[in-house]
């Protein structure tokens, strides 16, 4: 069953004249981790937008669930709110309180192994424990679809692998539709069990990846990450 | 930097006492070189002019919880969208350049027919303090990363909690930063806030706000040179502390709202 479904979306931002996202159709099934890649600019982060309720299309539809989490690029955390209370935010706006809406926070952060961080505040915490303080609260409210807007482009490669592992290691433990967006080929190889290629605005290729996990860098790996390469630096419009 | 909280004993210390004590000698060397006619002191006791000072204080801090109360919502509104910042930014612009003196008389007269002198003071100190505010929220609510913005819509927060849970806290440093601007230009026009006889038709010293600011300029006008050192002394000790144990405190602790 497919979860998001764009049928033939534009959209064009103010003050721009090539759309940011232009005619796509494409669906996300319930369940699946997918991966959007492609080069600064080309839209992926309005494709994001989209399914998160952010933007608006200008043309065509996008079906999407109604609880839609996203876990920004910097953590997006609130400075003034602790690490717990910032995990707990969507969760209080809910009208969560008390033992429940703590249960919930700690259970979160343990996923993520920061439950040490609790009472810490974000300008305390490195940037791997600010993504990872993200990813919990945007769990935390338990949605349908968690988007991960390009959460591990600031962060070491020690780092970034073990925060791989625990995405994945939390998508398998709840079942989430994720929706990941990188410019990273690699990251989408070892995340994704799909890689959706946008160029210009548009999809230009999709790669399904039936590599199991955890996914490490052996020939297999290597064969789907130099496919997508080819793709990815093809000129469409070579100059003259 | 300035804004920084002193944090050795010599620099609490210079804070404290140091520096006031030296700008209060300052002044009264001045006052006793420049003003050569003499007259008797007497006229006010310290415990009067202690009084007087928190009488001062308390029309700075009506005056202040007022442009805060209005300056929070106006500066929200001219960044609510763009229509409404490029109908009310001129606006406010145009109004804080009218200098506060030229609304002063006519503030009086209307206060003076309403027999609500208080009013008139903090009023003009109301005006005074207001634009501060409002130029350093908007300056602040300008500068909210849009991913922040994104993530309170994400988690369901609009309306007044919105306001309350991520504008008024996001902005947080720049309110303290414009109270203390505000709270200093308080101070700059207390002295004709409280003497307001001289803006009244045919006005008297009677008709003078007690307060520091009227002591200043009566001690003044009467050549009490005492009175006016003390007063002053007071007035610099009394900001000094206000400085030292609420402003450079709020600042300090408004770092944590900064976004990195």
Sequence with gaps: MNLILFRNVSKTYERETSPAVDNVSF??????????????????????????????????????????????????????????????????????????????????LDAMRIRELSHKYPGELSGGQRQRVGIARALAVDPQVLLLDEPFSALDPETTAELHDDVIAAWKRTKKTIVLVSHVIEEAV???????????????????????????????????????RAEFFKKNHPSV | MFLTYPVSVRERLYSLLIG?????????????????????SGVATWHVLVEASFATLARITVAYILAVVVGIPLAILATHN???????????????SVPILAFFPVVVVMFVRWDFM???????????MLWNIVFTLVGGLKIIPQDIVNAARIFGLSGFAYVRRVLIPAVFPQ???????????????????????????????SQDLFGIGS?????????????????????VL?????????????????QRFRFD
Excluded at chain 1, 85 to 104: D, I, M, Y
Excluded at chain 1, 201 to 227: S, T
Excluded at chain 2, 20 to 40: C, D, G, K, M, N
């Design chain 1, 27 to 108: 669906a996300v099934r319930d369940g699946e981790m997918a991966c959007l890649i492609g080069p600064s600019g080309c839209g992926k982060s309005t494709m994001l937008k989209l399914i998160a309720g952010l933007e608006s299309p200008d043309t065509g539809t996008v079906d999407r669930p109604k609880k839609v989490s996203v876990s920004f690029q910097f953590g997006a955390l609130f400075p003034w709110l602790s690490v717990f209370e910032n995990v707990a935010l969507g969760l209080r706006t809910a009208g969560k309180s008390g033992t429940q809406l703590e249960r919930t926070v700690n259970a979160e």
């Design chain 1, 190 to 228: 070892s995340m994704g069990e799909r890689v959706i290629l946008m160029k210009a605005g548009k999809i230009e290729a999709e790669f399904p990846i039936q590599l199991p996990y955890p996914r490490r860098e052996n020939d297999g790996f290597h064969r789907d990450v130099m496919k997508i």
């Design chain 2, 20 to 40: 006031p004590l030296l700008v209060a000698a300052a002044i009264y060397l001045v006052v006793s070189l420049f003003q050569t006619e003499v007259a008797e």
């Design chain 2, 82 to 96: 763009r229509l409404l910042e490029k109908i009310l930014l001129p606006v406010f612009d145009v109004l804080e």
């Design chain 2, 118 to 128: 208080e009013g008139a003071a903090v009023s003009i100190l109301f005006l005074s």
């Design chain 2, 175 to 205: 309110l303290v930063i414009g109270s203390v601007l505000a709270v200093a230009q308080g101070w700059n026009l207390i002295i004709i806030a409280e003497a307001l006889h001289t803006y009244i038709p045919h006005g008297n010293p």
């Design chain 2, 215 to 235: 002591i200043l300029v009566s001690a003044a006008a009467n050549a009490h040179n005492t009175v006016f050192a003390e007063a002053l002394v007071i007035m």
């Design chain 2, 238 to 254: 009394m900001i000094a502390v206000l400085n030292l144990f609420v402003w450079q405190r709020l600042i300090t602790y408004s």
